[in-house]
């Protein structure tokens, strides 16, 4: 399985990472932020793209995993660290078992001891029965190796990691057909803890590590969505909870005082796809509410679910999408709601000045600060020529205003996938692709970094 156009795309004449200072277009009086540094990874004869971002605990470097593609369908899979001041690289790790081999890393998670960096991705022959889930832990200082091990067929579905609380533990999940799987790994040796034959598209970590949630859509052949809750200590199941219609939880989130688990996707009710948000109670799996609205029936997407850190909003984003003279057209909506009730507190929708009039603007990524006062979502537009660039958005979690949006164009096409904010609040990491003059139309990695104080 490949990942959309977009997502594994990289550079054929460039050799070297380089740190560039693009300009944005932006609209006549929009507020806008500093772009801090942009840094982007050529793989040569390649199409690479960044699908996950991550910083480290002390703010000082970002971790960047993606994959790269070559004409004969090899992949390989790129793991970068930066220095978040500065966007100088730091060290790259390659995913590369030999020739013709697929392969590629979508999630990342760095220990909160900030030792080690863990990615998960997909790894095989090409033309192979499969492609099989693959974990690495990369040194976080050096990216020297510590570890590799495989997991189930994946056939590049992406596996969701989070690290235990005491970093000694690493989780994944992944639902792909006929390989749902969620398992436990040692985080120094990689040896397998437990496992457990249901797997999602998302996953949360109770604060205290001792309750994994995992999200998705159940392998028994209904489609129904579902919610389970599993020990991390033996992955006993706590309790498992059906949401009883044909639906895919793909964002998941829990309250600050972990009472409470968040999960939303996409349900098909009838002829129609709505977006269902629904919540659960984490000591029994009991829902306490379920919200539906319409999802524009044409490739619309969830493309992000947290809570503030005051527990005041449940913030999600989602990209609408719908026929306009058989062209899909999009835009995306943030939208805050009660987390007690469910009930609507505010929406804010975007379409960007640029893309509205042709493909619209979608939304990949949603990330909080740290002090949840303010949203940040990401995603990309297309012009009327056809080409897309990157456009980042801010909004007060209070009021749903937006206070600032940020645009990055190299030039030709440009798609961006995921995000992350740093400890302090101060920088908004956005990561995909993007294609630059001279570079044959291949697309190179791309990470930019933005100041999220708006200039004056």
Known sequence: MRYPKGLARAAASATACAVLALAAAAPAGATTVPRLWTATLPVTSHDVTGNATAVSPDGSTVYVAGTAVGTSNEGYG?????????????????????????????SIAVSPDGAAV???GFSGKVG??????????????????????????VNGARS??????????????????GANQTAAYNATTGALIWSDPAGGDASALSADGSALFIAGQAGN???AAFTEALSTSTGSQLWQASYGTSANFTAAALSPDGSTLFVAGISQHGSGRVYATAAYSTSAGTQTWVVTASSGNIASTVAGLAETSAGSAVIISESVARLNNNVVVSHWKTIALNPSTGATLWTASYADFNGAPYGGTTATALVLSPDGSAAYVTGFAEDSSGNTYWVTSAYKTASGKRFW??????RTDNNCYAMAVNPSGTQVFVTGNSTYTGTGQNDVMTTDSYSTTPAS
């Open 78 to 106: 790129e793991t970068v660290a930066y220095n978040a001041t500065t966007g100088a690289q730091i060290w790259k790790a390659t995913l590369e078992p030999g020739q013709l081999f697929d392969d590629g890393l979508s």
């Open 128 to 153: 192979a029965q499969g492609l099989l889930q693959v974990i690495i832990a990369y040194n976080a200082s050096t990216g020297a190796l510590l570890w590799q091990v495989s997991g189930p067929v």
């Open 405 to 410: 949006t940020a645009r990055f164009n190299g």
């Open 160 to 177: 969701p990691i989070a690290v235990s609380p005491d970093s000694s533990a690493v989780y994944v999940t992944s639902s792909a057909a």
């Open 118 to 120: 863990f990615v998960t």
């Open 221 to 223: 052949g209904t489609g």
